[in-house]
C-alpha cells in the first residue's frame, strides 16, 4: 500500500469556520486527489492535482480549495464550513493517474 | 459524465460460498475498472482491477470479468471468508482520454455468515 496519512484523523468545527485537511504521501506520486465519502453517495471526487501547482475541479467542488506546494502533501480548506460538509474525508495518490491508493480518511463533523 | 451503478447493495453469503457483485457503466470511452474493499473505519484498498483489453482477470480467489460490449463488469469472490466481510466498490475511468477522474459505484455490503 502506499504511504498515505491523513491529519486530522476526526475533527469537530463550527458552522462559519475555516478547516483545513491535511494529506501526506511517501510514495513520490505525482498524482493526488481528494474525496468525499456520504451514505447512499458512495465516493465522490471534490479536486485533484496532476502535478505541483497543479490542480483541477472534480465533481464535487463548490466551497472547497485545495493547495499543492510540494509532491508529498496535497492540502484540502474548506473557506466557510457547512453542515453540509460534514462528511469523511478521504485522500488519494497514484503514479499513474487511474491506479489510485487511499489513505485512512478524515471525519469531519460541522455543527 | 460516466455513470456506474452497482448491485446489489447489500449481499448476504454462507462462508464458503461464492459471491458476485455487478456493475454498468454509461460512457463507451471507459477503459480501466478498479474494484475496492473497505473495511470498518478504514479507506478503501484496491484489491483488482481490469482494462478494456482484457476479458477476465483473476488473483488467487478473486477475479473480475467485463463486457464491453454491454458495458458491465462483475467481481466473483469464491470460497469466501468471514474477513470477506466489507464494503465493494467498483468504479471506471477513461484513461488517457485527457481524465483523471474515477467515477465510483455506490458500493456492495458483504457480509460473510461463518
Known amino acids: 500500500d502506499a504511504g498515505i496519512t491523513q491529519s486530522p484523523r476526526h475533527k469537530v468545527t463550527e458552522t462559519g469556520t475555516p478547516v483545513t485537511l491535511r494529506c501526506h504521501q511517501t510514495?513520490?506520486?505525482?498524482?493526488m486527489y481528494w474525496y468525499r465519502q456520504d451514505p447512499g453517495h458512495g465516493l465522490r471526487l471534490i479536486h485533484y492535482?496532476?502535478?505541483?501547482?497543479?490542480?483541477d475541479k472534480g465533481e464535487v467542488s463548490d466551497g472547497y480549495s485545495v493547495s499543492r506546494s510540494k509532491t508529498e502533501d496535497f492540502l484540502l480548506t474548506l473557506e466557510s464550513a457547512t453542515s453540509s460538509q460534514t462528511s469523511v474525508y478521504f485522500c488519494?495518490?497514484?503514479?499513474?493517474?487511474?491506479?489510485?491508493?487511499f489513505g485512512p480518511g478524515t471525519r469531519l463533523l460541522v455543527l | 459524465g460516466e455513470n456506474v451503478e452497482q448491485h446489489p447493495s447489500t449481499l448476504s453469503v454462507q462462508e464458503g460460498d461464492s459471491a458476485v457483485i455487478k456493475c454498468t457503466y454509461s460512457d463507451s470511452a471507459s477503459n480501466y475498472f478498479p474494484w475496492y474493499k473497505q473495511e470498518l473505519g478504514k479507506g478503501p484498498q484496491l484489491i483488482i482491477d481490469?482494462?478494456?483489453?482484457?476479458g477476465e482477470k483473476k488473483d488467487q480467489r478473486i477475479a473480475v470479468t467485463l463486457n464491453k460490449t454491454a458495458k458491465h463488469f462483475s467481481l466473483h469472490i469464491t470460497e469466501t471468508q468471514p474477513e470477506d466481510s466489507a464494503v465493494y466498490f467498483c468504479a471506471a475511468s477513461p484513461v488517457g482520454a485527457g481524465s483523471y477522474q474515477l467515477t465510483f459505484g455506490k458500493g456492495t455490503k458483504l457480509s460473510v455468515i461463518p
Open positions: 481490469i482494462r478494456s483489453n482484457v
Open positions: 488519494a495518490s497514484a503514479r499513474e493517474p487511474e491506479t489510485q491508493y
Open positions: 492535482s496532476y502535478g505541483v501547482k497543479d490542480t
Open positions: 510514495e513520490n506520486h505525482r498524482y
